[in-house]
């Protein structure tokens, strides 16, 4: 056996491992990937349940605002709510109502919410801690009684 042989042996060896640790980590990132999309859903399955869990405000009142929810995949969606429900947990109901079960709804912030007349843009940051909208209630966002929100998924 001469030492030209050893050496590429050798590296052969040295080739085959690091093919194989490539493998080993593609496997274990998939895996990850699996787990958190698998997190993931259970997450908006338990926001969905909380939300089943509260009672629409029964009728037209003052106190009720009646929103209709249009998604870019075509879905729509229509939920009464308390003046007094803060804008953060509209967007918490949206994320929630994406696409149910499927694994291509988007986190906060991945998406906005728009009215058409008067057009107004909601985010994810106006909303949050330190944003221009951080504690508003619908009441305070003054969007009527009835208002379409349009539901656009930010790129």
Request: net charge negative.
């Amino acid at each position: 056996v001469s030492v030209r042989d050893l050496k590429w042996g050798r590296a052969s060896l040295e080739a085959d491992m690091a093919h194989a640790a490539a493998i080993q980590a593609a496997a274990l990132a998939e895996e990850q990937r699996q787990q958190a999309i698998l997190q993931r859903q259970e997450d908006l399955a338990a926001l969905r349940q909380s939300w089943a869990s509260v009672a629409e405000p029964a009728g037209q009142s003052d106190s009720c605002v009646d929103l209709a929810f249009k998604f870019p995949h075509g879905r729509r969606l229509r939920r009464r709510f308390c003046s007094d429900t803060s804008f953060e947990d509209i967007f918490r109901y949206v994320e929630a109502y994406w696409s149910e079960g499927k694994d291509d709804s988007p986190h906060l912030g991945n998406f906005t919410l728009v009215s058409d007349f008067p057009r107004r843009v909601f985010t994810w940051g106006d909303v949050q801690e330190g944003g221009q909208m951080e504690g508003y209630t619908l009441s305070g966002v003054d969007l009527g009684p009835q208002m379409m929100l349009l539901v656009q998924a930010d790129d």
